[in-house]
């Protein structure tokens, strides 16, 4: 069964620190997509990153990274210097890569407020 | 771009009532995906639509169904709503090609349900 697990549930930091989202996942899966969603307060659920099971490269996206540990099964989301506009619900999520079964399996979530 | 359109974005219903919840996906995209968010917690999977088949099935109750059309909108209908209904309900839409790495699913804004 898939499943992904984000142990911080809500995490508070100052503004211009850096923050990194745990990310765990569980699949039985050779191939297989990873994801992670932003949710503002508004609702709505923003993409900001999917990731192949083979390409285990880390990617930089401004002030977004993500380190993927395939060994681990880990698949982190750091903000370097937060900001206020980055409080929000961050979803990991995971997703299978073959057949025709492509539902979104979700995390529980870490709300991430940044302080000012 | 175009993106998925929900409708409406908000709707309030009494207990036992019916609720009809649209679908708009991006042009060209072929399959449809329904996801509920409850309060406080993660998207959960519903039900998904490829050329107009139920192509996969979550957690959906049997008093929700759901169907697509020819133009491949979407509707979700919910009947005898009870108080647990009360969610954010999303579509996302994705093009499915059969030869090629599944396509990012891109979700709509989602409607907002409130039963009282």
Not at chain 1, 32 to 39: N, V
Not at chain 2, 29 to 34: K, N, R, S
Not at chain 2, 103 to 114: A, I, V
């Amino acid at each position: 069964a898939q499943k992904v697990t984000q142990a911080q549930t809500e995490i508070s930091v100052v503004e211009k620190e850096d923050v990194t989202l745990d990310c765990v996942y569980e699949t039985r899966d050779t191939t297989y997509y990873l994801f992670w969603y932003k949710q503002p307060p508004s609702g709505e659920l923003v993409f900001l990153i999917r990731r192949n099971s083979f390409d285990e490269q880390n990617e930089i996206s401004g002030r977004y990274s993500w380190n993927f540990q395939k060994s681990t099964s880990s698949f982190n989301f750091t903000i370097t210097a937060s900001q206020v506009v980055d409080s929000a619900v961050y979803f990991c999520a995971l997703s299978e890569a073959s057949g025709r079964d492509d539902k979104i399996i979700f995390g529980k979530g870490t709300r991430l407020h940044i302080l000012p | 771009a175009a993106g998925v359109i929900q409708s409406p974005r908000h709707l309030i219903k009494e207990k036992r009532e019916t609720a009809t919840l649209k679908c708009y996906p991006i042009p060209r995209h072929d399959t449809v995906y329904w996801y509920q968010q409850g309060p406080g917690q993660d998207p959960q999977f519903l039900i998904s639509f490829y050329e107009k088949m139920q192509s996969d099935k979550g957690s959906i109750p049997d008093r929700f169904s759901a169907q697509q059309f020819s133009d491949y909108h979407s509707e979700l209908n919910m009947s005898s709503l009870e108080l647990g209904d009360s969610a954010l309900y999303f579509c996302a839409s994705s093009f499915f090609r059969k030869r090629a790495a599944k396509e990012t699913q891109y979700f709509g804004p989602g409607t907002r349900l409130l039963v009282l």
